[in-house]
């Protein structure tokens, strides 16, 4: 079945920066457009960034854009988000996904931005 492991949060300062990555199985992942989503606390769910299944193209979610990047690697089947310039309001779960989602959800990575 189809796995998305993501790691590299953590606690950060205001103004700091971590980088995601998300280990994924299963999946022809390079067929699949691939996203970075967060859940904060008592939020739904949101995309923050999405990149095609070529690498080529991406969107940003213009509460993170000039601050967030993402990356994909096809022959090691992950993709990446760094995170610089971090702010409270970045304190969320971060998953990986398809985009569209596809596929059930992995556990998720938690980043919390807090002096």
């Known amino acids: 079945q189809v796995q998305f492991v993501e790691s590299g949060g953590g606690l950060v300062q205001p103004g700091g920066s971590l980088r995601l990555s998300c280990a994924t199985s299963?999946?022809?992942?390079?067929?699949?457009?691939m996203g970075w989503y967060r859940q904060a606390p008592g939020k739904q769910r949101e995309l923050i960034a999405r990149?095609?299944?070529?690498?080529?193209?991406?969107n940003i979610a213009d509460s993170v854009k000039a601050r967030f990047t993402i990356s994909r690697n096809n022959a090691n089947r992950t993709v990446d988000l760094q995170m610089n310039s971090l702010k409270p309001e970045d304190t969320a779960v971060y998953y990986c996904?398809?985009?569209?989602?596809?596929?059930?959800w992995g556990q998720g990575t938690q980043v919390t931005v807090s002096s």
């Open positions: 299963g999946m022809v992942f390079n067929r699949y457009d």
């Open positions: 990149i095609s299944s070529g690498g080529l193209d991406w």
């Open positions: 996904n398809s985009y569209p989602t596809f596929f059930p």
